[in-house]
């Protein structure tokens, strides 16, 4: 898969070094199109965000915890019993620990990339961790829609389509975590499993209090 990447979308300048072409040559190696226009988008919007709040963040981190965020749900990166989320993560650490990025670098990426479905958590991380999880949220639930101009929502879709996205995104997500749905556990993702998989029952956490082992 060859797509080309722009410079600039929205004033956003996508990165360019080594690490970030890199992160890019895996996520169009390994993802699809649409994971690419996803991430891309989510990378731009979590940018801007950046950008109107004025708050300092490592672009090129950002970029890779971007790039890295939902390959957990490919096929080459996917683990038979972890979160999609984890595996994730771990692949972008893996990644960075061999350009020798120092530990905390490492830390911060997986807790990005690891955080991004945690709403009420993230946000009150570093800020790639919780710029990445709004960017993320603007491109799958339209969090903060009216904050970003129409001439920059036009700009970035344009650069990078959402394709039917609303109708697509959620059984893309399914395929990515259908062999061990026990991990959605606690998560955001159970609630995909409800949509996709008739009468699904959910592990519940009353349940597991009250039938736990102990006497009392």
Not at 8 to 28: C, N, Y
Request: glycine residues 6%; proline residues 4%; aromatic residues 10%.
């Amino acid at each position: 898969m060859a797509i080309h990447t722009p410079k600039t979308v929205a004033g956003i300048k996508i990165p360019d070094s080594t690490i970030a072409s890199q992160a890019t040559e895996l996520l169009l190696q390994h993802g699809t199109e649409f994971l690419y226009n996803h991430s891309l988008r989510s990378f731009v919007f979590a940018s801007l965000n950046g950008v109107q709040k004025k708050v300092k963040y490592d672009p090129e981190i950002l970029y890779v915890s971007a790039t890295f965020h939902d390959l957990g749900l490919m096929p080459h990166y996917s683990s038979a019993d972890k979160r999609f989320e984890v595996d994730g993560a771990n692949a972008a650490r893996d990644f960075l620990r061999s350009h020798g990025l120092s530990q905390q670098v490492l830390q911060l990426v997986w807790d990005a990339i690891a955080l991004h479905t945690s709403p009420g958590i993230a946000e009150h991380k570093e800020a790639e961790v919780a710029l990445l999880n709004y960017g993320v949220a603007l491109d799958v639930v339209g969090r903060g829609f009216d904050q970003l101009s129409e001439k920059d929502r036009d700009d970035i879709v344009k650069q990078f389509p959402r394709t039917g996205f609303k109708n697509k995104v959620i059984p893309i997500f399914f395929e990515g975590f259908k062999h061990k749905v026990g991990t959605t556990y606690g998560s955001i993702n159970a609630d995909i499993c409800a949509f996709m998989i008739p009468n699904f029952q959910r592990k519940d956490f009353c349940e597991s209090i009250l039938n736990s082992p102990w006497s009392e």
